[in-house]
């Protein structure tokens, strides 16, 4: 601040600091906490895809959405969350009549890493590749599809869509590229404890349902199970 000789101020210099970038930021890290918390006591893909949607939310306005998981065997994908917004309303849609198994051209591109941002459906040719699901009488204007990844292997993709043109910015994109790098870990977690009780369970009908007697002894040859054919000899 400077002064004249009778002390009134004539001059004064600030410094001003925009703290938008941090306060998202902020945002997104306590966003991404409290969705850490929740994967941890979910015991399936789908129940993760419900929260991961939840959190989108938080960080930028969608009106639909889909999240598909890839399986690394047999090249298909399966969609575990799909919603869109009908009559003002957000609804659950089933996605098996719309979305082919195979990985679209665009989810193809987001699982390579070059994740997908449209903002003007009317002037972007890559809207010709989008799949249509939900609302017949409306399409998406605004589209943000990226891969989630587990180090170099492809799990999924999440795709979130308004009916705005111009909805989503470069910093929503980065937002959900984000989500998806700190939801793959408990996704791929849910998903081989999903597998695993699978496994269990067609292993379980196997020995139960065998004709050939079985059982299960230790190093010692205690025997510690056998199955109904066994107890029939």
């Known amino acids: 601040t400077e002064r004249d000789q009778t002390g009134e101020i004539i001059a004064s210099i600030g410094i001003l600091q925009d703290i938008t970038e941090r306060k998202r930021l902020e945002q997104r890290a306590q966003v991404f906490a409290e969705l850490g918390n929740k994967l ?4 399936s893909a789908a129940e993760a895809a419900e929260l991961i949607a939840g959190a989108a939310a938080q960080l930028f306005e969608w009106h639909s959405c889909n999240i598909r998981m890839l399986d690394s065997l047999t090249g298909k994908m399966s969609a575990l969350v799909c919603y869109d917004t009908i009559g003002g309303v957000l609804q659950r849609i089933n996605p098996e009549s719309s979305f082919p198994s195979a990985p679209t051209p665009l989810e193809t591109q987001a ?28 399409r998406s204007q605004s589209v943000m599809i990226v891969g989630i990844r587990s180090g170099d292997q492809a799990l999924g993709t999440l795709s979130f869509q308004s009916y705005r043109k111009h909805a989503f910015t470069p910093r929503d994109l980065e937002d959900l590229q ?14 081989s404890y999903e597998r695993l009780q699978i496994s269990e369970s067609q292993l379980r009908t196997i020995w139960e349902q065998a004709a050939v007697a079985m059982r299960l002894t230790d190093s010692q040859g205690l025997v510690w199970m056998v199955n109904p054919a066994y107890c029939e000899l």
């Not at 941890?40 to 015991?43: D, E, L, Q, R, Y």
């Not at 003007?120 to 010709?128: I, M």
């Not at 984000?178 to 849910?190: F, I, T």
């Open 40 to 43: 941890t006591t979910v015991t």
């Open 111 to 138: 699982m390579e890493g070059k994740a997908i941002l449209i903002v003007d459906r009317e002037t972007d040719e890559r809207a010709a590749l989008l799949t249509s699901f939900g609302d017949p009488n409306a």
């Open 178 to 191: 984000a989500l998806a790098g700190y939801c793959a870990a408990g996704l791929e977690r849910v998903q």
